[in-house]
Nanobody, 121 residues
């Protein structure tokens, strides 16, 4: 079974920081790009940041530039999202995403279950 498991969400005050983690496991031959999406209540899911298999950040959403940093772990099956200077508008469920070569195909789309981030005083 192939899965992505996120951790690190929670409640934080405005201006605070959180670090989200996501680990891919299961029958995965290789992982290509990985990313973080978020979905706030009543809004569509949006891409926050994406990173290539070689560790190059190839997308960061404008509203989080300079505050959020995406990175890959040395083992390449981990992706992180360091979130600083958090704002109430960052409140959302954050989802890990990956494109991986699995037994289902060379570019299987994987999603985590989501982790809640709430920014409130």
């Amino acid at each position: 079974q192939v899965q992505l498991v996120e951790s690190g969400g929670g409640l934080v005050q405005p201006g605070g920081s959180l670090k989200l983690s996501c680990e891919a496991s299961g029958s995965i031959f290789s992982i290509n790009d990985m990313g973080w999406y978020r979905q706030a209540p009543g809004k569509q899911r949006e891409l926050v940041a994406r990173i290539s298999s070689s560790g190059i950040t190839d997308y960061v959403e404008d509203s989080v530039k300079g505050r959020f940093t995406i990175s890959r772990g040395n083992a390449k099956n981990m992706v992180y999202l360091q979130m600083n200077s958090l704002k109430p508008e960052d409140t959302a469920v954050y989802y890990c995403n990956a494109h991986a070569h699995t037994i289902a195909g060379p570019r299987t789309v994987l999603w985590g279950q989501g982790t809640q981030v709430t920014v409130s005083s």
